[in-house]
């Protein structure tokens, strides 16, 4: 496994913009496809963003097209998380995971196909 650490979470009024950055250590991440999920209270933690080990492909719910930007940089092992034009619904602890399984080809969004976690990072969207 690899240890995973979010940061870049806070308090900001509706249509303002954060970054969330994801910081790996353990092993290098540039041969893993990296996600990020969100959980809100009361609610179960969905996937909302992937990108592959090769940064070719991403992927996003559709609750964020054209909102959130997922990017990595293997080099600093670290992968980001921005956040435009934020909504009180994006309101949730976000959280950076690692797939189980190197170099695969599709990105996975099951919770099961992930095997590294952060501690998650509070982001709050007030109206």
């Known amino acids: 496994q690899v240890q995973l650490v979010e940061s870049g979470g806070g308090l900001v009024q509706a249509g303002g913009s954060l970054r969330l950055s994801c910081a790996a250590s353990g092993r290098p991440i540039s041969m893993y496809n990296m996600a990020w999920f969100r959980q809100a209270p009361g609610k179960e933690r969905e996937w909302v963003a992937g990108?592959?080990?090769?940064?070719?492909?991403?992927l996003y719910t559709d609750d964020v097209k054209g909102r959130f930007t997922i990017s990595r940089d293997n080099a600093n092992n670290t992968v980001y998380l921005q956040m435009n034009s934020l909504k009180p619904e994006d309101t949730a602890v976000y959280y950076c995971a690692a797939e189980r399984i190197a170099g695969t080809t599709w990105l996975k969004k099951g919770l099961s196909d992930f095997d590294s976690w952060g501690q998650g990072t509070q982001v709050t969207v007030s109206s």
């Open positions: 990108i592959k080990w090769t940064s070719s492909t991403t």
